[in-house]
């Protein structure tokens, strides 16, 4: 079993900036850690992932903006958000894969950001 815990969402103006944290307690290996975006009336979309190697993987729209950080044996990844936009206010949701194939999601935490 895997579950992920999540913080750092909130309330910013546009050009801020926000940090998001995803820690899981996992009986598995994790292979794979990210983050994942669902806006109002929008499809769930990648943000940005990260491997236990190190590999990362970016949105066109954060890229430049956004940094994903850890996701190593501590099973701790964050998302650092600079210059954020209106357009990326959603709900976020940390995602974790396993050595075994299996996918599990964080419960979400919201973030808000004005113009």
């Known amino acids: 079993q895997v579950q992920l815990v999540e913080s750092g969402g909130g309330l910013v103006q546009a050009g801020g900036s926000l940090r998001l944290s995803c820690t899981a307690s996992s009986t598995f290996s994790i292979i794979v850690m990210g983050w994942f975006r669902r806006a109002p009336g929008k499809q769930r979309e990648l943000v940005a992932t990260?491997?236990?190697?190190?590999?990362?993987n970016y949105a066109d729209s954060v890229k430049g903006r956004f940094t994903i950080s850890g996701g190593n044996t501590k099973n701790t990844v964050y998302l650092q958000m600079n210059n954020l936009k209106p357009e990326d206010t959603a709900v976020y949701y940390c995602?974790?894969?396993?050595?075994?194939?299996?996918?599990?999601w964080g419960q979400g935490t919201q973030v808000t950001v004005s113009s």
């Open positions: 995602n974790a894969i396993t050595d075994r194939g299996l996918e599990y």
């Open positions: 990260t491997t236990s190697g190190g590999t990362t």
